[in-house]
């Protein structure tokens, strides 16, 4: 049951370091946080690792497991053969702060970028009135437990630096379709959804959808709808007459 | 020298804690025109908090009309076995369906009853189907909203950052001080007003549901700053925990479960709650399965399944059936909603429960029974304070949320935590604004010394060589609060556990870690540790001195609650570092309350 695993990690600031090796004790049932967390007490403990619930709820301990974006608590070590050198390298996509800690902040200044959710007003007994079909579309992106694996996925930023600047990533493009289908909310955000989010960079190719440990559909339910309403307002005929006489165009 | 400066900010309330009780404060504070700030050791959004997964008590009446406040106030007292707070507990019941409802204004999407309200669920000691929720994974909506309102707003948040010593000047709050965990940096907060929000002690156990962010910072803050703590011998132990595989014992099962209509067995496979039924709760708990199963439709009727008794009843009972032989392969009971619910039902209200047995233990609850058994999940104890300002004993000094005491007596009924959050998290922040205010013409001043002094003491770990490793000493704490302050206790086993606890804290003087400042986390862990340590010693102590059982504390050497000890709170207070207990008679319910508990079910 108990056996030895091979490690590497990589070790190392924003001014360089490499992988380094391991073997560090494994036993029935743990996960990679496990084995890391016994590096730290044993072997490393200064070794730098975010991490929060344990449990796959709060998005904290997101890298790189033999390359591939992963939760550390959610992965087994049962899934790796025991001769097998597991590698944890930190998320490629974000400047790295140390060991496996990267600066994510990125993924906040996008989300204060965002128009706020703006209701419309109570019904006159106080209550908002929805029915439980029309929630659960902008419930299923509410189960985000924003540990930016998408973002950290997503080519468009992973292998382009520049685009950061004018391209929210798939985990803010989708609070934008979260907010446009949510039944309560007042602004029409598809023009900004194209021209200040980004959301034409995205081709759809579903790399956020694989690594999501939620399994919310991020391409199909959100990216692909919204981009179907931007291109509905877009040639709306009413739109393209509003704009060429100058008016503001109808929502 | 540029290593020795510390960076400074001003502000007229800071926040300790970015859970919902810390978000919530804050937002009310800014709304209220206080230059507020929120400071937190993770990520924004990380907080505990997300863990919560049943839902939020509100007597909203959506679901059964007959619901109002004295109900839940009511259910609340005797939940914690009537050594409550009554103002508390009444102004929590009164106000949290506003808070509920205001949550829609910001974003939040319950789940709906076929009126198109917000949909109510039942839960352990809630008479009513009482609690707002959002399938099994409410807590994430509602740190998720007040999150999303926070940056709205526009309130500034630092995030992953330490606060190691509140600072104090003639018995009045000045500000915090802490460090950056990402650079290692140092950083003080001024501020008239200090509201703590902070969570938790549950890290100071083995097996605990609680995250590493648990390990009582803000208890042992408030009393080396010369605040007092109430009710910290009442500890809940959820009765449904993991326990297999090892690697995730004593992660949450959410109540949710047996809301929904699971049930407890042994390994015997019988229901073994039905021989767990006391006294205190007959009249309104179901004594055969006919009429506990007819319940799940018809309320009004039929009496609650005992399954769903409060926490402290469930997990004695589970502790009994285990120490009888009758417990499942891994020392727990089976808890099975797969023969009751069908495989539809299961995955569409409890996708995140059959998503973690799945992921972690390999086992399809749709098809199996689960292995539970308790786990380290609440501490009722916290910073005493007045039930309507939330001002603990220090001026300028406010606490809201776990790290609060008095709101749920002996121990806390689910559902009531994350209303618990909202109601006394918003009056938290009313206050500090306020008093913020009055103190506008005086800003506080922290004096060069005192920044020196609490800088020396952050960083001794670091300059010490040799000296004891914090994982270990933090793993010794963990087993000694396990074994010997655990669900059951004895006179002898706690004044081990305080021997022990004594040992440890002559060891954490000599603390020392490897590496240097920059995201250190074993130099974090060496810092927790003391509070840690402080927050074991006030929960030892206060359990050693109360000889009875009653909610979240039970001792084998006094196994029936009295009433004299029913007329009396335990408060803890701190001088140079040694925790003194003073008995203070529990404050009088008017009239017109008690009248409340003197009619039956």
């Avoid at chain 1, 730290?40 to 619930?53: E, H, I, P």
């Avoid at chain 1, 924003?146 to 929210?168: I, M, P, S, T, W």
């Avoid at chain 2, 206790?489 to 920059?518: C, F, P, W, Y």
Wanted: hydrophobic share 40%.
């Amino acid at each position: 049951m108990t056996y030895q695993a091979k490690l590497r990690v990589w070790r190392g600031d924003a001014e360089g370091g490499g992988l380094r090796d391991y073997t560090v004790e494994v036993n029935e049932g743990e996960v990679v946080l496990d084995i890391i967390h016994r590096l730290q007490a044993t072997q490393a403990g200064d070794l730098a690792v975010r991490w929060n619930c344990k449990a796959g709820k709060c998005g904290s301990c997101s890298a790189e497991i033999n390359g591939r974006p992963r939760l550390l608590c959610l992965t087994r070590m049962g899934d790796f053969s025991e001769d097998e050198v597991v590698t944890i390298t930190p998320m490629r996509t974000f400047p790295v702060i140390r060991d496996l800690v990267t600066d994510v902040s990125y993924n906040y200044e996008k989300a204060a970028s965002i128009p706020g959710f703006t209701p419309v007003a109570r019904d006159a007994d106080g209550e908002h009135r929805m029915q439980q079909v029309d929630v659960e579309r902008s419930q299923e992106f509410r189960k985000c437990i924003e540990c930016f694996l998408c973002q950290d996925v997503c080519h468009v930023v992973r292998d382009h630096e520049d685009n950061k600047k004018v391209y929210a990533g798939p985990r803010f493009l989708m609070r934008i379709a979260e907010l446009d289908m949510h039944p309560l909310d007042n602004l029409d955000r598809r023009k900004v959804a194209q021209e200040n989010f980004g959301l034409g960079m995205c081709n759809i190719t579903k790399c956020c959808s694989e690594v999501c440990p939620e399994g919310i559909h991020i391409t199909d339910n959100a990216l692909i709808p919204l981009k179907e309403r931007v291109v509905d307002r877009k040639y709306d005929p009413l739109t393209w007459l509003g704009a060429k006489i100058g008016r503001r165009p109808h929502p | 020298m540029a290593d020795q400066a510390v960076e400074k900010h001003f502000y007229d309330v800071v926040v300790v804690g970015a859970g919902g009780a810390g978000l919530r404060a804050a937002i009310e504070a800014h709304e209220q025109g206080a230059r507020t700030a929120i400071v937190c050791k993770s990520l924004l959004g990380k907080a505990h908090t997300v863990m919560a997964e049943g839902g939020i008590a509100a007597s909203m009446g959506n679901v059964y009309a007959e619901d109002n406040w004295r109900v839940h106030f009511r259910d609340t007292m005797r939940g914690g076995k009537m050594l409550n707070h009554w103002r508390m507990a009444q102004l929590h019941a009164q106000e949290a369906p506003d808070r509920v409802r205001e949550l829609e204004d910001w974003g939040a999407l319950f789940d709906r009853t076929a009126a198109g309200l917000i949909s109510q669920r039942d839960f352990g000691g809630h008479r009513f189907a009482r609690l707002a929720h959002v399938g099994d994974r409410t807590g994430l909506e509602l740190i998720r909203t007040l999150q999303q309102r926070v940056v709205q707003l526009g309130i500034d948040v630092f995030m992953e950052c330490t606060v190691t010593k509140l600072l104090t000047t003639d018995d009045a709050m000045v500000g915090a001080f802490g460090y950056r965990r990402e650079s290692g940096e140092f950083i003080v907060w001024q501020a008239p007003s200090v509201i703590l929000a902070t969570g938790g002690i549950g890290k100071a156990f083995k097996v605990t549901s609680n995250s590493w962010e648990y390990s009582g910072d803000g208890h042992a803050l408030a009393l080396r700053a010369g605040a007092t703590l109430v009710n910290m011998e009442f500890v809940q132990f959820h009765p449904t925990g993991m326990v297999w595989p090892l690697s995730v014992k004593g992660l949450l099962i959410t109540e949710s479960v047996r809301g929904e209509g699971g049930v407890l067995k042994n390994s015997e496979g019988k229901r073994f709650m039905f021989d767990y039924i006391p006294e205190f709760f007959k009249a309104e708990t179901a004594d055969n399965e006919e009429e506990a199963d007819r319940w799940y439709d018809d309320h009004t009727n039929n009496r609650r399944p005992p399954e769903l008794l409060p926490r402290d009843e469930v997990a004695r009972a589970i502790n009994s059936e285990v120490k009888a032989g009758r417990g499942s392969p891994h020392g727990g009971v089976f808890l099975d909603i797969a023969s009751r619910r069908t495989p539809e039902d299961i995955k569409k209200r409890l996708p995140s429960m059959y998503h973690q047995f799945k992921e972690l233990a390999e086992v399809d609850i749709t098809k199996e029974p689960m292995e539970v058994g308790p786990t380290c999940h609440y501490v009722m104890g916290g910073v005493e304070v007045d039930p309507d300002t939330a001002a603990a004993k220090i001026r300028g000094l406010y606490a809201a949320g776990e790290v609060a005491g008095g709101m749920h007596g002996s121990n806390r009924l689910g559902g009531n935590s994350l209303s618990d959050l909202l109601v006394f998290g918003r009056r938290a922040g009313a206050s500090a604004a306020l008093y913020a205010a009055e103190k506008k013409a005086t800003p506080p001043e922290v004096t060069d010394d005192a920044l020196a002094q609490a800088r020396q003491e952050a960083l001794a770990p670091l300059e010490r060589q040799g000296g004891e490793n914090p994982y270990a000493i933090h793993a010794e704490l963990q087993n000694t609060m396990n074994d010997l302050v655990g669900i059951i206790r004895t006179a002898g086993e706690l004044q081990q556990a305080l021997d022990k606890v004594a040992a440890l804290k002559a060891r954490i003087a000599n603390l020392s870690v490897e590496g240097k400042r920059r995201y250190n986390p074993g130099w974090h862990l060496a810092l927790d540790l003391p509070n840690m340590l402080t927050v074991s010693e006030c929960v030892a102590k206060a359990a050693l001195e109360r000889q009875e059982s009653r909610g979240g504390h039970t001792r084998d050497d006094f196994p029936k609650p009295t009433p004299e000890w029913g007329a009396l709170n335990l408060i803890c207070s701190s001088s140079d570092g040694a925790v003194s207990l003073t008995r203070q008679p529990l404050p009088q319910m008017p009239d017109e309350l008690a009248t409340l508990f003197q009619e039956t079910t």
